[in-house]
């Protein structure tokens, strides 16, 4: 079972702004780094943000990524097809003592 | 170019214990800080991590899980092996590999997943 809460679904338009949110705890968001995953159909996640807010090299600066108390979000601007993927949020949990993931949001592209 | 890849059986019934291997190139398990990671998603749902072994053989299990699984490594061979016991039907899902850093719990490479399904 997921410990971190996304809303299963987000969708725009070409070229416009999506921002997906990322509810945790003090346990695990409130107290560690944030990671973003793209995972494209059929295909294995791969590290879109680390860190909160860091993109590994290659991810376009059109991805960002932001971390606030026990929340953090994910946004993406001018939005392509090609963006049309699930995202997962992880973080740390202390509690657990290891690493938890969202709940997933699929992302449209209308 | 780190590559990884998951093997193992496609299909397994109850109560049989479930062994997958991950085989991996482009970095080495005997270095420091390295680890790989096990992970898992059942079919329309969210990622769950199971198991993670680390360069100097430290192991850490998901605590929901920790009584069924094993995980081990065979550095000379660049593999890592998850054996997980009494495989369920709800244990049906894509098993993934994945490269870590120990002291950052993020995966920055994966395997392309195997599909693991649990019926009689």
């Known amino acids: 079972q997921s410990v971190l809460t996304q809303p299963p679904s987000a969708s725009g338009t070409p070229g416009q702004r999506v921002t997906i949110s990322c509810s945790g705890s003090?346990?695990?968001?409130?107290?560690?780094?944030v990671y973003w995953y793209q995972q494209l159909p059929g295909t294995a996640p791969k590290l879109l943000i680390y860190?909160?807010?860091q993109r590994p090299s290659g991810v376009p600066d059109r991805f960002s990524g932001s971390k606030s108390g026990t929340s953090a979000s994910l946004a993406i601007s001018g939005l392509r097809s090609g963006d049309e993927a699930d995202y997962f949020c992880?973080?740390?949990?202390?509690?657990?003592?290891?690493?938890?993931f969202g709940t997933g949001t699929k992302v449209t592209v209308l | 170019q780190v590559t990884l890849r998951e093997s193992g059986p496609a299909l397994v019934k109850p109560t049989q214990t479930l062994t997958l291997t991950c085989t991996f190139s482009?970095?080495?398990?005997?270095?420091?800080?390295?680890?790989v990671s096990w992970i898992r998603q059942p079919p329309g749902k969210a990622l769950e991590w199971l198991a993670r072994?680390?360069?100097?053989?430290?192991?850490y299990y998901s605590t929901s899980l920790k009584t069924r699984l094993t995980i081990s490594k065979d550095t000379s061979k660049n593999q890592v092996v998850l054996r997980i016991t009494n495989m369920d039907p709800v244990d049906t899902g894509t098993y993934y590999c994945?490269?870590?850093?120990?002291?950052?719990?993020?995966?920055?490479?994966w395997g392309q997943g195997i599909l693991v399904t649990v019926s009689s």
């Open positions: 994945a490269r870590c850093r120990v002291g950052a719990p993020y995966f920055d490479f």
């Open positions: 482009g970095f080495s398990l005997s270095t420091s800080g390295m680890c």
């Open positions: 072994i680390d360069w100097d053989d430290d192991k």
């Open positions: 003090i346990s695990n968001i409130g107290s560690n780094y």
């Open positions: 860190r909160n807010n």
């Open positions: 992880a973080a740390w949990d202390n509690s657990l003592s290891g690493p938890v």
